[in-house]
Protein backbone atom coordinates (compact mmCIF):
# COMPACT_ATOMS: atom_id res chain seq x y z
CA UNK A 1 0.00 0.00 0.00
CA UNK A 2 1.59 3.10 -1.02
CA UNK A 3 -0.31 6.63 -0.06
CA UNK A 4 1.54 10.01 -1.18
CA UNK A 5 -0.47 12.71 -0.58
CA UNK A 6 1.79 15.35 -2.04
CA UNK A 7 1.07 17.79 -5.25
CA UNK A 8 -2.99 16.57 -5.04
CA UNK A 9 -2.00 13.13 -5.42
CA UNK A 10 -3.27 10.16 -3.62
CA UNK A 11 -1.52 6.66 -5.07
CA UNK A 12 -2.98 3.56 -3.85
CA UNK A 13 -1.72 0.05 -4.88
CA UNK A 14 -4.84 -2.14 -5.94
CA UNK A 15 -5.18 -5.55 -7.07
CA UNK A 16 -4.27 -6.05 -10.22
CA UNK A 17 -6.56 -9.24 -12.31
CA UNK A 18 -5.19 -11.21 -15.00
CA UNK A 19 -7.52 -12.67 -17.28
CA UNK A 20 -6.63 -15.62 -19.92
CA UNK A 21 -5.91 -13.69 -23.14
CA UNK A 22 -3.23 -10.75 -21.15
CA UNK A 23 -1.71 -14.16 -19.59
CA UNK A 24 -1.47 -15.62 -23.19
CA UNK A 25 -0.04 -12.27 -24.46
CA UNK A 26 2.97 -12.63 -21.80
CA UNK A 27 3.73 -15.93 -22.95
CA UNK A 28 7.41 -15.99 -25.18
CA UNK A 29 7.77 -18.62 -28.00
CA UNK A 30 11.57 -19.68 -27.15
CA UNK A 31 13.32 -22.20 -29.39
CA UNK A 32 14.52 -25.64 -28.42
CA UNK A 33 17.53 -24.64 -26.34
CA UNK A 34 19.33 -27.99 -27.14
CA UNK A 35 19.70 -26.70 -31.03
CA UNK A 36 21.34 -23.00 -30.04
CA UNK A 37 24.89 -22.91 -29.89
CA UNK A 38 26.50 -21.17 -27.65
CA UNK A 39 28.44 -19.01 -29.67
CA UNK A 40 25.83 -17.76 -31.81
CA UNK A 41 21.90 -16.81 -31.69
CA UNK A 42 19.01 -15.93 -34.13
CA UNK A 43 20.16 -12.32 -34.67
CA UNK A 44 17.21 -10.35 -36.18
CA UNK A 45 16.49 -6.50 -36.54
CA UNK A 46 15.81 -6.12 -32.83
CA UNK A 47 19.20 -8.25 -31.68
CA UNK A 48 21.77 -8.11 -34.31
CA UNK A 49 24.58 -9.46 -31.90
CA UNK A 50 23.12 -12.01 -30.01
CA UNK A 51 24.46 -12.96 -27.01
CA UNK A 52 26.67 -9.88 -26.28
CA UNK A 53 23.56 -8.60 -24.05
CA UNK A 54 23.55 -5.19 -25.66
CA UNK A 55 21.64 -3.06 -28.53
CA UNK A 56 22.49 0.44 -29.33
CA UNK A 57 25.33 2.61 -28.25
CA UNK A 58 24.89 1.47 -24.43
CA UNK A 59 24.32 -2.26 -22.29
CA UNK A 60 20.77 -2.21 -23.04
CA UNK A 61 19.39 -5.76 -23.73
CA UNK A 62 17.17 -5.84 -26.53
CA UNK A 63 13.43 -5.59 -25.95
CA UNK A 64 11.33 -7.49 -28.46
CA UNK A 65 9.11 -9.34 -26.19
CA UNK A 66 6.36 -10.78 -27.73
CA UNK A 67 3.26 -8.40 -26.22
CA UNK A 68 4.89 -5.55 -27.49
CA UNK A 69 3.89 -3.50 -30.32
CA UNK A 70 5.95 -2.55 -32.87
CA UNK A 71 6.30 0.97 -31.85
CA UNK A 72 7.47 -0.48 -28.52
CA UNK A 73 10.19 -3.02 -29.71
CA UNK A 74 13.78 -1.16 -29.90
CA UNK A 75 15.60 -1.35 -33.46
CA UNK A 76 18.60 -0.65 -33.66
CA UNK A 77 20.61 1.07 -36.27
CA UNK A 78 23.40 -0.93 -37.95
CA UNK A 79 26.78 0.89 -39.66
CA UNK A 80 28.40 -0.43 -41.94
CA UNK A 81 31.24 -1.15 -39.49
CA UNK A 82 29.04 -3.04 -37.29
CA UNK A 83 28.61 -0.25 -35.14
CA UNK A 84 25.06 0.28 -33.32
CA UNK A 85 23.55 3.97 -32.42
CA UNK A 86 20.61 4.83 -30.71
CA UNK A 87 19.42 7.46 -32.87
CA UNK A 88 21.05 8.41 -36.32
CA UNK A 89 19.62 10.21 -39.12
CA UNK A 90 21.57 10.54 -42.50
CA UNK A 91 22.69 14.63 -43.55
CA UNK A 92 20.42 16.87 -45.78
CA UNK A 93 22.15 15.45 -49.22
CA UNK A 94 19.47 16.51 -51.82
CA UNK A 95 19.53 15.89 -55.54
CA UNK A 96 19.59 19.00 -57.77
CA UNK A 97 16.24 18.46 -58.63
CA UNK A 98 14.89 18.15 -54.55
CA UNK A 99 17.14 21.23 -53.73
CA UNK A 100 15.52 23.39 -56.00
CA UNK A 101 12.13 22.10 -55.09
CA UNK A 102 13.21 22.83 -51.17
CA UNK A 103 14.63 26.28 -51.98
CA UNK A 104 11.23 27.23 -53.33
CA UNK A 105 9.12 25.91 -51.14
CA UNK A 106 11.22 27.38 -48.50
CA UNK A 107 11.23 31.33 -50.46
CA UNK A 108 7.51 30.89 -50.77
CA UNK A 109 6.63 30.17 -47.13
CA UNK A 110 9.46 32.77 -46.04
CA UNK A 111 11.03 30.17 -43.91
CA UNK A 112 14.24 28.87 -44.25
CA UNK A 113 14.43 25.03 -45.19
CA UNK A 114 14.68 22.50 -42.44
CA UNK A 115 14.01 25.44 -39.57
CA UNK A 116 11.99 23.99 -36.62
CA UNK A 117 9.86 26.76 -34.70
CA UNK A 118 10.76 26.17 -30.90
CA UNK A 119 7.68 24.36 -29.16
CA UNK A 120 6.30 21.11 -27.62
CA UNK A 121 7.11 18.92 -30.07
CA UNK A 122 5.05 16.14 -28.33
CA UNK A 123 1.87 18.17 -28.51
CA UNK A 124 -1.23 16.78 -29.27
CA UNK A 125 -0.03 13.42 -28.27
CA UNK A 126 -1.41 10.92 -26.12
CA UNK A 127 -0.35 10.97 -22.37
CA UNK A 128 0.10 9.62 -19.54
CA UNK A 129 0.57 10.19 -15.72
CA UNK A 130 3.89 9.20 -13.69
CA UNK A 131 4.57 9.16 -10.12
CA UNK A 132 7.80 10.45 -9.63
CA UNK A 133 9.80 9.57 -6.59
CA UNK A 134 13.51 10.31 -5.62
CA UNK A 135 15.29 7.93 -3.96
CA UNK A 136 18.48 10.65 -3.77
CA UNK A 137 16.98 13.39 -1.90
CA UNK A 138 14.37 13.23 1.33
CA UNK A 139 11.03 15.74 0.67
CA UNK A 140 12.92 18.67 1.57
CA UNK A 141 15.11 19.02 -1.62
CA UNK A 142 12.61 18.19 -4.32
CA UNK A 143 8.88 18.17 -5.18
CA UNK A 144 6.28 20.53 -7.36
CA UNK A 145 6.07 22.97 -4.62
CA UNK A 146 8.38 26.13 -4.98
CA UNK A 147 8.80 28.35 -1.48
CA UNK A 148 9.45 31.90 -1.73
CA UNK A 149 13.48 31.78 -2.30
CA UNK A 150 12.83 29.77 -5.74
CA UNK A 151 13.39 25.80 -3.70
CA UNK A 152 11.67 23.09 -4.95
CA UNK A 153 10.15 20.96 -2.02
CA UNK A 154 7.14 18.60 -1.30
CA UNK A 155 8.55 15.11 -2.54
CA UNK A 156 6.92 12.51 -4.86
CA UNK A 157 5.13 14.49 -7.87
CA UNK A 158 3.18 13.67 -11.09
CA UNK A 159 4.37 14.30 -14.62
CA UNK A 160 1.64 14.33 -17.93
CA UNK A 161 4.26 12.68 -20.76
CA UNK A 162 3.61 10.81 -23.70
CA UNK A 163 5.06 7.64 -24.30
CA UNK A 164 6.95 8.57 -27.61
CA UNK A 165 8.94 10.68 -25.30
CA UNK A 166 12.55 10.38 -25.45
CA UNK A 167 14.59 10.11 -22.17
CA UNK A 168 16.26 13.13 -22.62
CA UNK A 169 13.59 14.74 -22.83
CA UNK A 170 11.93 13.21 -20.24
CA UNK A 171 14.76 14.52 -17.89
CA UNK A 172 14.25 17.98 -18.70
CA UNK A 173 10.32 17.34 -17.16
CA UNK A 174 11.48 16.22 -14.13
CA UNK A 175 13.90 19.03 -13.86
CA UNK A 176 11.42 21.98 -14.37
CA UNK A 177 8.28 20.39 -12.71
CA UNK A 178 10.89 18.75 -9.25
CA UNK A 179 14.05 20.56 -9.19
CA UNK A 180 16.44 17.86 -10.05
CA UNK A 181 19.23 18.77 -12.60
CA UNK A 182 19.61 15.84 -15.41
CA UNK A 183 23.12 14.99 -14.21
CA UNK A 184 21.37 13.21 -10.56
CA UNK A 185 18.93 11.56 -12.89
CA UNK A 186 19.37 8.02 -12.80
CA UNK A 187 16.42 6.54 -14.19
CA UNK A 188 14.74 3.59 -13.43
CA UNK A 189 11.43 2.01 -14.12
CA UNK A 190 10.28 -1.41 -12.79
CA UNK A 191 13.59 -2.18 -11.83
CA UNK A 192 15.04 -1.49 -15.42
CA UNK A 193 18.05 1.08 -15.49
CA UNK A 194 16.76 4.17 -18.42
CA UNK A 195 20.38 4.47 -19.39
CA UNK A 196 20.15 5.48 -22.95
CA UNK A 197 18.96 9.14 -23.37
CA UNK A 198 17.61 8.65 -27.05
CA UNK A 199 15.11 5.63 -25.99
CA UNK A 200 11.70 6.77 -25.57
CA UNK A 201 9.16 5.37 -22.43
CA UNK A 202 7.85 3.09 -24.82
CA UNK A 203 10.98 1.40 -25.71
CA UNK A 204 11.56 0.73 -22.07
CA UNK A 205 8.02 -0.95 -21.30
CA UNK A 206 6.71 2.16 -19.22
CA UNK A 207 3.54 2.69 -21.74
CA UNK A 208 2.76 -1.56 -21.78
CA UNK A 209 2.80 -1.88 -18.23
CA UNK A 210 1.51 1.53 -17.14
CA UNK A 211 -1.94 -0.11 -18.67
CA UNK A 212 -2.13 -2.76 -15.75
CA UNK A 213 0.46 -0.88 -13.07
CA UNK A 214 -0.48 3.01 -12.81
CA UNK A 215 0.73 3.59 -9.77
CA UNK A 216 4.23 2.16 -10.73
CA UNK A 217 6.60 4.94 -10.26
CA UNK A 218 9.99 6.61 -12.19
CA UNK A 219 12.49 6.31 -9.77
CA UNK A 220 15.55 8.62 -9.11
CA UNK A 221 18.18 6.06 -8.37
CA UNK A 222 20.86 6.39 -5.08
CA UNK A 223 23.19 4.41 -7.06
Known amino acids: MVDTNTDNTSITSLPVSWDEDALGSCKANY ?23 RTGFLSVPPNNYPFYSDDEKYVPIMQADGGQLSE ?3 MYNPSPEQAEIDRKAAYEAGVPHGYVAPGDKYAGLPTISLLVVSDLHTEIEYGSQVSKQGKHC ?3 FRIHVSPKMHVEDL ?3 IRDKGGIMPGLQRLSYAGKNMEDSQRTLEHYGIA ?4 SFPHWPIKIRRY
Open 208 to 211: YWHK
Open 154 to 156: GGP
Open 171 to 173: RKV
Open 88 to 90: WKP
Open 31 to 53: PNISSLSLQSGPASRYNPTPGSG
